[in-house]
Every structure is written in C-alpha cells, then in structure tokens.
C-alpha cells in the first residue's frame, strides 16, 4: 500500500534509505509532489521495460487532473516502456502531447494510433545523446524510484537505470520516490557512467562484459531534491509469456545454427556476449541455452527477464549488463528472495553504455531481435502494423542490430492464424535496411543472408523462411518482378504492397 | 607509360621503392602477375572512391582473358568505388560474378542491373569486420598498389588505404604494384591501426581527428609477396564537378542552419569534425566553408576532394582524417606539387577505423551525405532508382549518419527536369530509416526533423523542402493519408508507391 508520508509519519525505519536527515524535511505526499509539475512541462522518468518507473506521483497527478480538470500537456521522456501507472493512467487522462523514445501500453498505443499523442520512436542509444546535447526540448522535472537516496544526495536507482543519469543531471527539479518494496540489497548492482559531449568524449572503458566502470550511485545532490515521496508500490511487469511450439521451434534452429557457427571457427565455444530481445521466441532461446552444451557465457544487453535469470541460476552464463531487470510478477518474487545470489551477476548500467554502438561493436553481440515482418531483399519491419499503425517501437534492436557480430531476426512465419504471411515482397515500414540484417529465423528454416546478394537473399528467404501457404505466391512475385524489372533487387511496384492492401480489404493475404 | 617489367629493367631508380633487394627477385610483368588469378577466386584489392586501386595487374587479366577466352568468374572485393581498369573493363569482360561493397562504374552498374553480377551493398565499415571474422570467402589474391615496399616487406599505400590492410593479412598471396607516378613523399601520410577480433577487441585510442595510431606501412612481409610489377598509371579520378546554381542555394541554407545551431549553443564555434560525402552539393558546402566565419575546422571522413583540399589550403580546416584522396584530375596534380603543405594536414586511416561507429559517435561528427530521394516521414533512399534499379550504393553514409552529432540529408527537390519529385509519399527503398535521418535540406530550405513525430515531420519536410510543384499533392495526399488510416504514420498503401509507378508509365510524377 502506498504510505502518505508527510509530518505524521515515522521515519525511524527510513534511516537505510534517506541518509541525510536534512532530506526528510522533504518528504511529502504524491498529491504534494504532483504540484511540482505544470502544463507545458518536460517530464524524464526513471525506468525501463516496466520496470524501475516512478508510480505514486504520476498516479498522484493523474488523479489530480481528473479531478481538477486542469489543463496539462507533458512531453514525457523515459527509458523504454513504463507500467500502467505512468503510460496507461497519463494516456486516460489525456495529459501526454508527446512521448518518447519507447512505449509498449495499450492505452497509450491506442492514443498514438488515434492521433492525441505524438510519438517519437527513437533508437535507445540516440535519447540520452539528445538530452545532452541540448537537442531535445529541456527536461524540466526528472522523477525518479530510488533504493535510497546517499548522504550526499545521490540516487541508488531500483531495477531500471534506463536514461535517469541524463534526466537528473538535465532537470531543474528532482522528486525521488523511495520504494520500500525494494530490497536495499539492490545497492552495489548499478555503474552509473556518464559520457561527455563531444568534442570531448573519451573511450568508454569496457573490453569484458563483466567490467565495473562507474559509481554505485546515479549523481544529483540533496540541492535538486524537491520532494521525496516514500511508497512501496511494486513494479507490474509483464506477466510471463508461455513459450509455445513455434517459438521452440525458432529457438531450435536458432541454437543448431549457433552450433554450427561455433564448428565452422566463426564463434568461440562460449559464444560472444548475448543480447535478447523479449517475448515468447527469446524466452525459448534462453531456456534452450540452459539446455544445451554451451559454458561460460555472457551477457550484453538492455533486459534480463526470467530467462536470462534462468540463464545465470543454471550458470550457463556467468553474468548478464543490463540496464534493467524486468522479470514476471512470479519471477520478481524469486529474484528478490535470491537477491544475494544475482549481486555479483547483474551490472545495471545506464542505456547510454548498455546500448551503445561503440561497446556493442567492440564487445561483438550475438543480437536476436523480433521482426514484425519480413521481406524477401532483408529488410526488416519492427513497428509498423500494416505501414501505419504503430505497434511498440524500435527499441534498443537497431543499437544491437547494426553492431552485432552476428545479427538475427526472428519471427513466426505466419500471423492471424495464416493470414498473415510474416514475410512478404515488400515490407510496408522499414526499421532495420537490408544492410543491418544478417540472419533470418522463423520456425520453417533459417535464412542465412551475410555475403549475398538481393537476388541470393531472396531465393534464401523464400526458400528457408516463408510458410508452405506462401512460398508459391511469393516465388511467383520473385520471378516475375526478376522478368519486369531491373535486376538489382526486382520489384514490381503496383504489386509490392498488394499483400497488406488484400489483406486490410480481405482479412487475409491468401 | 605503363613499364614493362621483369629481368630486362633498369633496377637502379627502384631503390627507393623496393628496399629489400631480394623483392627484386619477384619483379614481373603485369600479365606475368595476372597468372596468380584463376578462376572462381576472391581478389581484395586496394583502393577506395577511384584512388589508390591497382591498374596495371587488372588491365593485362581482362586483356588475357579476352585473348584466351578463359572461364573466369571472381569475387572482387575493394575499399569502395575503383576506377575503370578494374570495375569498367572487369565488367566488359565478364570476369566479376560479385563485387562488394561499393561502386560507382558505368559498366558494371549495367551489368548489376541486367542481372550478370551479384553486388552486395554495404556499410563501408562492415566489410573489414565481415572479411576478418571469417564471414565472407576469403580472400585469395590481394592486389595492392604501392608507393614503396620496406625493407621488411611492409606496404606504403598511395592515396587510398581502403580495406587494403584486412585483404592483406587474409590472402595468401599478395600482388604489389609500384607505382613511380605517386610521389615518395607520401610516405607518411597513412595511419594503419588494425582490430582484433571480439572478444580480444580494445577501445580505439582517437579522441581527436588529428591522433595518429598506428603504422606508416600496412603489415604483409616479403613473403606473401608473389610478384610486383612496375607501374605509372595514374588513378582515373573523377572529373570536378560543377557547382552548379541548386548547390548554391543548398549550400547556403546548410550554412545558415549551422550558424543558427551555434548561436543556439548547440555545436562549437568551430563545429564539430565534418564528414561529407562527394559531388556537386559537398563540394558547395566545403567552399561555402571556406568563404564563411568559421574556424579551425576539422574533418573525419572517408574521402578529401578537391574542395576538402581547399578548406586546408585556406586554412579554415587544421586536418583531415580520411581513409582517401581523391581529387579531380586538375586537383590530383597540384596536390602532388603541394605534397609538403599536406603532409602534416591529412592522415590517410583504413576505412575500418575512418567509418568506424565507435569513432564517428565519439567525435561527433557533422555528417553530410546525399539522398536520390526522401520520404515525407524522413526515410531516405540512397541507393535504388525506382525500388530497383542500383545507382552506386550505401558507402559510408550509414556509418555516419546514425552515429553522427548531426546528421543532415541533401538533395535537390526535383529531377529530371522537374519531372521526379525527390520528396515523395513513401520511398521505393529505405537505406537510411526515420531513425536516423535528423535534417533534410533541399535548395527550397531546411527541415529539421529532431525531436519531431512522424506527423510532425511530414509537415516540417512539406512545408521547407518540397519543390511548389509537388506541395500540394503531397499535402494533399498526407491529409487524405491522415483521414483515411492509423495516425501513427499516415499512408494510403495502394498511392504510396504511386507517383513512382507514374514516372514508369508516363515519364513524370506531375
């Protein structure tokens, strides 16, 4: 339940988390730290892939507006995706006019699609450089969940580091949000470092996954501190997908083709450092590792959810860099009661380094990332339902994508129970060109498209990838655009969006 | 005059060019070298952006060929674009079944687009890493041209370093051509810093443009070495282009923008390090540099034309760092007179470490590069005329765009003749994504595309760059795009590959 806070409460207990006595002078309610935010505002929020995101104020100010009917218009700026308390309650009571750089909420998906709020989809690296390099609109209050707050008036951060470290250092005005809920044995897992502007950035020190580089604490100052709101709401992360027979099968030519890069001397026996996207197919594939004959693995990447916890439990892998922990609600429980366990196992960073190109290309990720849909050249869509409508967004994938030693895309070969073909002649958005994408999984078959050409790539695809129901339609669009049209990468235009036209007109593409 | 070689030449003015005197042994003639090409091999070659690319050993393979009528079918791998001793009269001969990962030939871009060559475009920076982690066949024949060959037998490269430094540790054989028209006096001017492969990668140490790194010499070893042959073919270099009255005007507004950008505190006084790209429009933009304010310049890109060399002749740029010279004929003559004043001022990198994310991201590069056509939502082609037909490639513009402090995009607003719009509702090909396209810049004006949503981004690319004569058909098709679909990124599937499709049919999209 959410404490009130305020003069009538006990602080004895709160001396682990708000060291500076001074600091309690500045302990309030939700309501009273809401009055720190007005219309027109920037607001940066802690938080990643709901998890670490702030709940008591942004609930607090909600309410306030549905009461008060006041008007208020935010740019809301986060790491990744937020629960409900921030995307979902901020998106019902209409007070989002733009958001950035990640959102997966439905409520807030249905105002982006509907055209109330204005949604910039943005590679993870791109957010902090464009806090700090003064592009983006100035964060005018930063709120934050913390463990704790230092002596100093340092932030111990919870379990999303997401873009925290930019948003404090930009804002005016600091509100905390201590999270009794969170165990204090969280502090020591984050290494907050923080890159200069150009032109005087320096190498960023990472050669090993492992490596420590920074603080324990997310910088700020008991000056910046403006309200502290104590409140042990837990996190509502996404419940725990199932891994179903598609997805195992994904992940089962996943792991032989992983096996035969490893025979072939083009990975080490233990891989390269793993970076995951989430969802059905990276749950299966992590569990597959567990299962498998692979030692001493790393990770490298933006989010460690059950799998990848399971990942290190086993001890298949020896650590997992993350910027956030976003595990099942089941999950969560178990982690916090292992907590000692995984200390010296997580390293939160902030995303600025988790997703940075320079570490990415350095360290040489094995990234696997979702497509939504796929064409026969390579070309990956990983947001856009039907060319228009937005699904979640980029996310971190092309950080990882274009950097990666080795980058594969996966995806049911079909949707809508088959009337969807997942790969199709053209792709109606593109996220990742036909020059990041590497290799393509679905459950049919493994595409494999480093070193060839469009022509070769589509033949690959069509032949390895696509559902039986497809093949023949696609291959047939293959070789008459091959006879039409120049041969580079043959197209035939009036047709290369005729699949998603039917399918919006039929309910099918068949 | 191309000199014939072998036992019958004159040794004594080659001292200063092959300084172990055993590599005497190997000297050969051109079409004697040609012999270590056989069918169905990999040649690497050196060379990048028509500079620096071997001419002699090319020539006398295509001439034995045509003679003999030989099978011949080679995989060609190179820096970036070669000049027509290799691409042109390769292609005429029908000896090229791939080429990677660049070109700019006439030749062999027909003979792509009728279907005779397999041509994988890329990102400059990936073909080191794609060569040296085992990915592509490998490299067989390395052909090199060269200023001098050390006592060691390390290589002195001439203008342009290329990927000639990863083709020569992986072939087994390396063919050298000296060649006596490069002065001596640009030994010195190359950088050579090669990667380990992850997990063994280290930070790259280049903080500033101006940090030297590495090697004058590129490592090989007198032992690879299977033949030189002495040359004094000049490098076909392109012609200059005209600044014509478009380039002017975008020139101008590229200027005024990042004036605005400096008085808003947003880029140094004297900018940051600038990549541009070539022709007509760079070439505007660096002398417009050079009549400006600006001071104390510099430059990290992947090619100095004749106008870079301007920018350091007038002083307003300190260095450039470059992985290629290239300048016109005109300009490749005097900078050869002027070798001495160049010398401290431009350092010659391979492509690896010059296009390289982790650099281009920490210096903060100004990233300049040309579109053949926008998107209204900001999604650039680069690469393909219609969806199909391949004009040169992606090159560099990849490495910089995403990774740069600020990314700009040019393009005049029409084409032939007015008859193509360069801005359209959809692309025909993506090669940069809404995620990475920051400023459009037409001679019409500039949208600045940072920190906007897709809807917001059509409007600001409506309204600055579109060409009178597409406005209101393009407004009109957003708004009716607007009305009629999700209002993430409004489009009409069936129209937006529609003003293509037209220009096919009718030769306008009026």
């Known amino acids: 339940m959410q404490k009130t806070g305020g003069n009538d409460m006990d602080f004895s207990k709160l001396d ?19 009055k720190f935010i007005h219309d027109e505002m920037v607001i940066g929020v802690s938080g990643f892939t709901p998890s670490g995101y702030p709940k008591a104020v942004p609930l607090a100010l909600a309410e306030r507006v549905k009461q008060s009917g006041e008007k208020m218009h935010l740019a809301l700026y986060s790491g990744a995706s937020l629960g409900p308390e921030v995307d979902g309650a901020w998106a019902e009571a209409g007070i989002i006019a733009k958001r950035l750089p990640y959102q997966t909420n439905s409520k807030l998906r249905n105002s982006i699609n509907e055209g109330e709020v204005e949604y910039l989809d943005m590679h993870l690296s791109h957010t902090p450089q464009y806090v700090s390099y003064g592009i983006l609109p100035k964060v005018d209050v930063a709120i934050v969940e913390a463990v704790a707050i230092t002596e100093e008036g340092h932030i111990i951060p919870t379990m999303g580091v997401g873009n925290t470290p930019v948003f404090v250092k930009q804002a005016d005005k600091v509100i905390v949000e201590i999270n009794t809920a969170k165990p204090l044995a969280l502090e020591g897992m984050a290494d907050i470092y923080m890159l200069e502007n150009p032109p005087h950035r320096k190498p960023i020190p990472i050669t090993k996954p492992d490596q420590r580089i920074g603080t324990t604490y997310i910088p700020c100052g008991n000056d910046k501190i403006v309200g502290i709101v104590i409140t ?5 992360t996404r419940p725990l997908t199932p891994v179903d027979d598609i997805s195992k099968k994904i992940s089962a030519n996943i792991l032989k083709f992983l096996e035969k890069e490893v025979k072939l001397g083009r990975l080490p026996k233990n891989l390269l450092p793993i970076q995951s996207g989430v969802g059905s197919v990276a749950n299966a594939v992590l569990y597959g590792l567990c299962d498998s004959d692979f030692e001493d693995l790393t990770c490298y990447t933006e989010v460690v959810q059950d799998s990848m916890l399971e990942l290190l439990r086993c001890k298949k892998a020896k650590l997992a860099s993350t910027t956030s922990i976003s595990p099942s609600p089941e999950g969560l429980v178990k982690f916090e009661e292992e907590i000692e ?25 094995i990234a696997m990332n979702t497509a939504l849909e796929v064409d026969i050249y390579g070309n990956v869509n990983s947001t856009h339902v039907m060319g228009s409508r937005m699904m979640n967004g980029i996310g971190g994938s092309g950080d990882f994508a274009r950097n990666a030693y080795l980058t594969i895309f996966t995806t049911a070969s079909t949707a809508k129970n088959g009337n969807i073909s997942s790969i199709v002649p053209m792709v109606s958005h593109v996220d990742h060109t036909e020059h990041d994408v590497m290799v393509i999984v679905t459950e049919q078959g493994v595409a494999d498209l480093r070193g060839l050409s469009p022509k070769e790539r589509a033949l690959e695809i069509i032949n390895n990838c696509v559902h039986p129901d497809y093949k023949p339609m696609l291959l047939d669009y293959y070789k008459r655009a091959y006879e039409s049209a120049y041969k580079h990468t043959p197209h035939i235009l009036e047709e290369a969006l005729s699949w998603h036209i039917k399918f919006m007109k039929t309910g099918s593409m068949k």
């Open 16 to 34: 682990n988390r708000i060291r500076n006595k001074e600091l309690f002078n500045k302990v309030m309610t939700a309501e009273e730290a809401s």
């Open 232 to 236: 042990d709401l837990q996190d509502k």
């Open 341 to 365: 366990f995984f200390k010296d196992k997580i390293i939160l960073r902030p995303q600025e380094i988790s997703n940075h190109p320079e570490v990415a290309r350095r360290l040489g990720v």
